[in-house]
């Protein structure tokens, strides 16, 4: 069992009405306020104006960052961190889901920084030391951009979409309101629904030595998302279901449930390439991914994760034979993501071929082998593309 | 369901050989530190040795406040603020349980007033607005004081024994490095699985509106106290065990698990009465008194939370009758404790007896009924320590 570090210090409002606290946790960063958000679904559902009359009212000179794109391309951050060095700006908030908060990080760092804010990224990254402090609304239950210390950018111009970490990157203070997620449509709710439940499975398919403990968070996690995420899509306005997967959202990914564990993800870095090249939605990427990515895992010697999945997560009978509840296992996830989200199940299906599958594969390794679960080789990834198909 | 804040920036460090950052985090707080233990374990267990080279060779200056007893005196607060206070101490590091941690805390505040530190405790209690940085490096599983804002002082004079949360009281850093806890005896290693279950217990039965996804992982951390409690019994260098465990009780109280719930405890009211008139382990007296506190609560009305309770932290069968589950919970718990972990059964075993208990039943409600998951009234609470004879 490996060492590790616990060190989150995001503070949450969770719950209805919190945002009184809004300018009180502002002021203590400073007086000029980047306010950055995304396409303006804030100002439709009337956040927007209570913001701003907010933050007016409190004294804050406002700068405004408006219209990241999902999947947040480095044109935005690039436009935030010129703001922040024309007006001085103290403290950014983020109102949004991940995009909008991703995009959020890296403006923070890119403001301290000379250089431009792309060579954060890839193999010759420069290091982040210091970034502006972050508060964030979430707005949309995915990616837990809230309460880590990760973000992905994406180049249209080089077609790559990097993600990276680093500690200066982590809100100091994050409002969490389910019902800022009413309004999110079924289809983005299942992507997000799918999003979260990939950030579980990336970590508790591991073949590193575990806490127990935080195999049970995971199932407990898994069962939630499993349960609610389906609700939501159903009954947008259903706050059990809204808070559920908005919190699980939060831990899913925050860093607690690693514990130690320092085996690399696999579906992510695959998707991640997808989206690059094509625009999809990250969630439902990773959902067409997910059940082919099981399948190639899957062998007698690494049963026993899928039989644990199964039986605890979907209720699979712990009485069947280990390689028929794994097999049930993905079965069920199948049925989660395409039948009860209503998710597409193909790539074909989102107009994706196989013209680019190769360089994909390609780029999905540019650091190497992907060393997770099971160890992906780039024709191990261009078979789960295939599969995908 | 009530909106909560989420804060609990305590950073730890988890694993072996993790000391070596110990210089590193005292000193953003000072070069004075007083070192505060117990009766003298870490001695024993060469970890005194350990941390006085490092801290010597680092400069540091340290002053020693030694002989912390189990449920912490008063009179031992007073001795550490008298240190701090002639010694212009900068931090404190406590080394121990949550007895030496518990009372570390009230040092730190008693440290910063003028007033005597008993002050702190009951109806008229000052408040707490400052105190001195508290690090930590826990050596036994169980009260989750070293990331909680809690501790509990008692006062041999008045035969009380308090409780007090303050945010200042929550441990800047601590180290938990699960074979610190290797020579903790059998008996004190059930008292703290009994403690840990206890706390999760206290918040899982609960009649106000739960977030599913907390319940879930707290049937996760029952199940992980239910797995591993009896392996740390018999294997005190058990690894994996002791890592499990102590994972967990940090975790079963730093307030994550509450989620805005705002029922009162139950058990520990009451037990802190029998450890304040008897100076009986905390562990030892929730054990007796949890099992006999769930026959009084339950009823048909109440039954649900102890069916959930029973399939999932026990594995009772899901198809028999709700009150059968909930009886058959109740058996499998009173086994877990006084046969897997070997705890006394009985108050009468460990010498409690019939005098004390009108005049401890009246204490417990010193501040009114216990409004938990079933309000508790002198007399129900005097009934249960009957039944615990």
Chains 1, 2 share one sequence.
Request: glycine content about 10%; proline content about 4%.
């Amino acid at each position: 069992m490996n060492p590790f570090v616990y060190d989150i210090p995001t503070k949450v409002y969770f719950g209805r009405d919190q945002l009184g606290n809004l300018s009180a946790e502002l002021a203590q960063f400073g007086r000029c306020v980047l306010l950055a958000y995304g396409g303006g679904s804030i100002k439709r559902i009337g956040l927007y104006d209570k913001i701003m009359t907010q933050l007016t009212e409190s004294g804050f000179e406002v700068v405004e960052l408006a219209g990241i794109e999902p999947n947040p391309r480095i044109e935005s951050v690039r436009r935030g961190v010129a703001l922040c060095k024309e007006n001085s700006v103290d403290v950014i908030l983020a109102v949004g889901g991940g995009s909008t908060i991703d995009a959020a990080k890296f403006v923070a760092a890119g403001a301290c920084v000379d250089h431009d804010a792309w060579e954060f990224f890839g193999a010759n990254a420069k290091p982040i030391e210091r970034a502006l402090p972050i508060v964030t609304i979430l707005t949309l239950a995915a990616t837990g951009s809230e309460m880590d210390t990760a973000g992905v950018i994406s180049n249209p111009e080089t077609e790559d979409k990097l993600g990276r970490l680093a500690r200066p990157l982590l809100p100091r203070v994050s409002f969490l309101d389910p019902t800022l997620t009413y309004s999110v449509s079924p289809y983005q709710t299942a992507c997000g629904a799918a999003d979260i439940l990939s950030h579980i499975m990336e970590v508790y398919f591991n073949t590193q030595e575990d806490l127990f403990m935080l195999d049970k968070m995971m199932e407990g996690l898994m069962q939630t998302v499993v349960k609610f995420g389906p609700v939501a899509v159903r009954d947008g306005e259903n706050y059990e279901a809204r808070a559920n997967l908005m919190w699980a959202g939060s831990w899913a990914i925050n860093g607690f449930l690693n514990g130690g564990k320092r085996k690399a993800w696999s579906c992510h870095p695959m998707e991640h390439e997808l989206s690059a090249s094509y625009d999809i939605t990250h969630g439902l990427g990773l959902a067409i991914l997910t059940p082919r990515w099981m399948k190639h895992c899957l062998s007698v010697g690494m049963v026993d994760k899928f039989v644990s999945f199964g039986v605890n997560v979907f209720g699979v009978d712990a009485t069947l034979e280990p390689m028929a509840i794994a097999e049930e296992a993905i079965r069920r996830l199948e049925h989660f993501l395409f039948e009860e989200l209503g998710l597409q199940r193909t790539l074909t299906e989102v107009g994706i071929g196989r013209e680019k599958l190769a360089e994909m594969s390609r780029k999905a390794c540019r650091y190497g082998d992907i060393r997770g679960f099971v160890t992906l080789t780039p024709e191990d990834v261009e078979r789960i593309y295939e599969m995908s198909l």
